[in-house]
């Protein structure tokens, strides 16, 4: 199926280099039917909100049809939008009215793993072990007289062996829940496939793929042990995760299927790109899956993952950086996804949290590349720690004790009482209640107050795409001498140049010659001819 009138709203290909894009955790953003849970239609509705905010794309997280054991990264039909979020005409309606208003859209891939109620899967269990059909997937026979020991000592990211017995005695792997089997991506159908659901969902009209485990897909050759795990030594795996190699992450082998994904990307018009969530030993490995024959962007979690220090965000920035460099691509930066805790929370606790946050967001906004918020820090909402356990729904949660649900809770939009306008009026509760404080936290609770975080983040992206040395990602970090403690630096653009300094160090700090305050994200004492910038703060300077 074509659909040319789902064109993108420019022809810049290369509109990912510098893009903020905002990520939309679909059933948790909007509920426009009333059932509790977030849907295309509410992405619709609020479209106008995230273009007035000033972002440049979305990134929306699986909405296809999906048992949601895993918050939809558990796919049973890729082809097909599940009616918990609407239809494929809502997601058509949806994409033209973004494009429309200047917004692009990147759906999230999911091809590490389907769900067990995928036909593929479901037809591998019928099948008997050796058919053909469980070759689309990872069985293998176990260990042990009898085979019940698993194949090896692989465990899941959510904890538990990475492997499932079936009735027949087979094992199938599963690095993530046991409803999210491995495919084999050995397999040419399994390539194929996948071939075949890029270009439908280009097709449609998408800008771009986030592609979920990238590194994932390949697993090394006769599947060799780790050599420990938490049942052996109490040491989870999932430690390595960005420190070391395993051998189900990060082979070599799994740079052939993004060879062959870039020539169908490249085969469309108006620039369709693809980033990567992928974890890597070193910065040097992670970025071997970006440039022009393979992916376009990679996250950067180091720098999600720095301390509040100078020394650790300038340094994350630095590799970063130098990575970016030697690869010839932006980086792309990010404080919080639906995986971590948000960064209100983990920057401390209560206000020191929230005042930290501000002052990484304008940071990060200053740096050259691309940004991914997540929905809701542009209102400053901390984790919700106190979910009652009955209701958390993370897989994880189970296996583990840890829960990625307090990032997950709805949105709150306006009014005085919870869902705070998340659904329509006499609606369902939300499928995660949002705390009483969030009702001062609402979009229209913050809109149009001055100083607070969501007119922080408006301002920042007026100025991030209207100045010279922000709207692109030419513009080199220049690093300035400050005191200990404190970060600034410059980003020039021929006569124009804006400095960003960020006070970690505990103390207010005077400064002085970097030009005119055009942001801060706490308040500006005049001192002399300059500023004291308060502890964790932060403000952008504008010269011309
Ligand atoms: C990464 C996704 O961000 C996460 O939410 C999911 O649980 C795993 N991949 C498995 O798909």
Redesign the pocket.
Same mark, same amino acid.
């Given at each position: 199926m074509t659909t040319p009138h789902l064109t993108p709203p420019t022809t810049d290909d290369d509109w990912w280099r510098s893009a903020v894009v905002y990520q939309v955790y679909v059933r948790s953003f909007a509920d426009s039917d009333g059932d509790g849970v977030g849907d295309l239609r509410g992405i619709r509705e609020h479209l106008p909100y995230l273009r007035d905010l000033g972002v440049d794309a979305l990134w929306l997280t699986p909405f296809y049809t999906s048992p949601m054991v #895993?918050?939809g990264?558990d796919v049973a039909d890729y082809r097909d939008v599940d009616p918990m979020f609407g239809t494929l005409a809502d997601f058509d309606h949806m994409i033209t009215d973004a494009h429309a208003l200047g917004l692009r859209i990147i759906v999230d891939l @999911?091809p =590490? +793993?389907t769900s067990d109620a995928h036909p593929w899967f479901q037809a591998a269990l019928a099948a008997a072990p050796g058919s053909p059909e469980r070759d689309h997937y990872l069985f293998a026979d176990g260990q042990g007289p009898d085979g019940g020991l698993p194949p090896n000592d692989w465990e899941s990211i959510f904890g538990g062996p990475a492997w499932t017995r079936v009735p027949d005695g087979q094992w199938y792997l599963h690095l993530?829940d046991p409803a999210?089997p491995d495919l084999n991506w050995r397999h040419p159908e399994v390539r194929e496939e996948f071939l075949d659901i890029l270009r439908f969902w280009l097709d449609r009209g998408v800008d771009g793929f986030r592609i #979920? @485990?990238a590194h994932g897909m390949i697993k090394a050759e006769g599947l060799p042990d780790v050599g420990f795990n938490s049942m052996t030594t109490g040491r989870r795996q999932s430690e390595l995760l960005g420190k070391g190699r395993l051998p189900y992450f990060d082979q070599d082998e799994v740079h052939d299927v993004y060879r062959a994904w870039r020539p169908i990307l490249d085969s469309y018009p108006g620039g369709r790109m693809a980033v990567a969530?992928a974890w890597a030993e070193t910065p040097q490995r992670l970025a071997r899956y970006i440039g022009p024959d393979e992916l376009h962007q990679a996250f950067s979690f180091d720098f999600l993952d720095a301390t509040w220090s100078a020394d650790s965000f300038r340094k994350v920035i630095d590799t970063a950086l130098t990575e970016s460099t030697i690869v010839g691509a932006p980086t792309t930066w990010v404080l919080s =996804? +639906? #995986?971590k805790q948000r960064h209100v929370t983990r920057y401390g606790d209560g206000p020191q949290g929230l005042r930290r946050a501000r002052a990484a967001s304008l940071l990060m906004l200053a740096l050259p590349g691309s940004a991914y918020l997540y929905q809701g820090e542009e209102l400053g909402l901390p984790e919700v720690l106190d979910l009652p356990d009955e209701l958390r729904q993370d897989p994880a949660f189970l296996r583990t004790g840890e829960s990625r649900d307090g990032c997950r809770v709805p949105i709150p939009w306006d009014g005085e009482l919870a869902p705070y306008g998340f659904g329509p009026p006499g609606g369902a509760p939300s499928w995660l209640p949002a705390p009483a404080t969030w009702q001062a936290l609402s979009v229209a609770a913050q809109t149009g107050v001055s100083g607070s975080t969501l007119e922080l983040y408006r301002t920042a992206l007026r100025i991030r795409h209207d100045h010279p040395a922000l709207a692109t990602d030419a513009g080199e970090v220049v690093w300035l001498d400050t005191d200990p403690g404190v970060l600034a630096f410059r980003r020039v653009a021929g006569p124009a140049a804006l400095t960003c300094v960020v006070n970690l160090s505990g103390a207010p700090v005077t400064i002085d010659g970097y030009g005119t305050a055009i942001a801060a994200s706490a308040e500006l004492t005049p001192a002399g001819t300059g500023h004291v910038l308060p502890v964790d703060a932060a403000a952008w300077f504008d010269e011309h």
């Open positions: #895993d918050g990264y @999911v =590490n +793993h993530f999210q #979920d @485990v969530e =996804n +639906h #995986d």
